[in-house]
């Protein structure tokens, strides 16, 4: 026969070990939702000042499988540099709209653009940027090819681009383009 | 003559490359002999049972099509409509129900039927008798086969005549009291016996053996013994030779004949006489002419996620299969880098095309957006002047490229004349830039069906028939005579 107060105390530490699980179950999820949300903290709007520009953006139309020209307003620094920044995330922001004609990842971002020698650009992508990115031959391609071409227009001098992924070489964007070399600008221009 | 390590490293390289790009001897093949066109077709294994495509088997003979409905396969030949179901044995022609040996299986929307069933399930499309040699692998379709006798010399040194019904274009090898002929390509037929004794000391015997879709004869001495040709191919010579003659050499087939992975320098008398299905042009490079079908991705790297359950790896796969087909009855020699679900770097792949001298490379993928089709040329990036004979790695498609852009234009002629939208574009898509000959990749993308096209056997045959016929009808000006 178990004594009444040994049958009591069973139940109550049953009770609080299922109180328990559930509370930590509760912590596990907001730490992950806050995990997630630090992940996206990326800017929503360019956060460039100076004066508003009109400039000339390619971008990219899946359905056509071409480049379109768009105009478009956007405050732009005086600075090359900053001013190349600002233009690729113009553009990635119009890809990220729900209405894209060439969806790119909403965590996608750019995390920096450097002229180096002369004539020289270089395009630091995030990695969800490739990771998340459309695999195929003309997706890939249009998404590099509009970077390119966007630049070379409003940013003079620019010759050759590569592109890196978190601050290193990456064989292909998404299976297909290849990063390993520099983008010629006149041959992607000239393509287009 | 020894080679510097430098040069020996190469040659090893370049072995290995080619050996990983060689389909498995163990491999199983159908042998289509007919009047229309000689093939070879894969066959796999199923249940413990063989299966073949029927729509690849069928397509050199007549129009073909074929569509799912549910678990039905609808496959018409000219007039000729059956009704296959996936997993039973029992079908329907023109109202008529038959019975096939084994179930009837679909995969990625092929048709695959027993291979025991062909000789009774040819003649129901073709209207003429088939004779199949099942434990072979090899179909004769009417009255093609080519029959040969023996007539053995006793002249000093001694000579067997070997003549065969038609021209003959076999794989030579030679060894220390042998001389092996393959025949893959000839529908040559067992002569009386399948071993033929000969009164003579130095050549002996004559043994004809088959297997996997081919034909063997080997030819027994006491001395080395060389092979000539003559009477336009319908002769073959066998001579023997002094002792001092060095041992083992092996040949390479004919131009136009099935081409073997493994290459080696011809030493032993070459045929003088035009392969029966294809002239014996050359590559712009001096070497066989020789398509170089890629199919992109494998293994390890799916490619694109086409669907949940599609990979581009697999599309691919199908469609340089079909390819290969194409282009075989159309008489063009293919090397396929990829016939199975295999990891490739980029590197091996430029590496192996270059190795085997191609005269033109398509590289396939395909896409789940846009429509139709995207042939694709090298963009090159920028590189520095050539310097002696080396060619910059990522800019080596730079001389052929004009080449290139004339062959995608063809195959988006022919594209459009099947009714498939094509169109060019320029892509950095490796290994285009390494390749040292015209090079193309073909993206293909959905149809009218949308994403359900690009696993579709019809809508496959239709590009791939498409980029066959571009290259068959560029072919004479990418070659040159010999």
Known sequence: MIPRHLKIAVAVMFVFVLCMSFYLRRMRRSAAELQAAAADARPVAPPASGPTETVTLYVADDGEGILRLRPAQIPLPGGRQQRGEELLRALLSIYQQPDSPHPIAAAADIRGFYLVDPGVAVIDLNAPFADQHRSGILDEQLTVNSMVATLAVNVPGINRVRILVEGRTRDTLAGHADLTDFFDVSGVTHAQ | MSLPPTKTFAVLLTALLLLTAAPSADEKHLSVYSSVATYTLPVVDRTGKEYVGLLELLEPFGRVNSRMEGQHWKFRFNEIETDFVAGRSRARMRGKEFELPAPFLIENSRGLVPVSSLSALLPRFLGTPVNFHESARRLFIGDVATHVTA????????????????????TISTEPGKLRMVFSRDPVVAPGNQTLIFDNKTITQANYSEANGAADLTISAAAPLMASFTNNGRTITIAALAQSTPAATETAPAPGATPPVLTQTPSVTAPQFPAMTSPPLL???????????????????????????????????????????????RGISVLLLRDGDATLTLDQRAGTANAAHGAVYVTLHAASSGNGARIYTALLPIEGPISGVFHPWNSAQAPSLAVSQSIASEII????????PARAAVASLRPLNNLLMPAVAVELAPGPNGTADLSSANYQQKAAAAIADAIAAKRSSLAVQP
Do not use: Y
Not at chain 2, 293 to 317: F, I, N, Q
């Open chain 2, 151 to 170: 007539q053995i010399e006793n002249t000093n040194p001694a000579r067997l005549a070997l003549n065969f019904s038609s021209p003959v274009n076999p």
């Open chain 2, 413 to 420: 002629g022919e594209m459009q004349k099947q009714q498939m």
């Open chain 2, 283 to 329: 590559a712009a490079n001096g070497h066989r002419f020789i398509v170089i079908v890629d199919p992109a991705h494998g293994g390890d790297e799916r490619g694109a996620a086409l669907t949940d359950r599609l990979a581009e790896k697999d599309v691919t796969l199908g469609l340089g299969r079909l390819l290969r087909h194409e282009l075989d009855v």
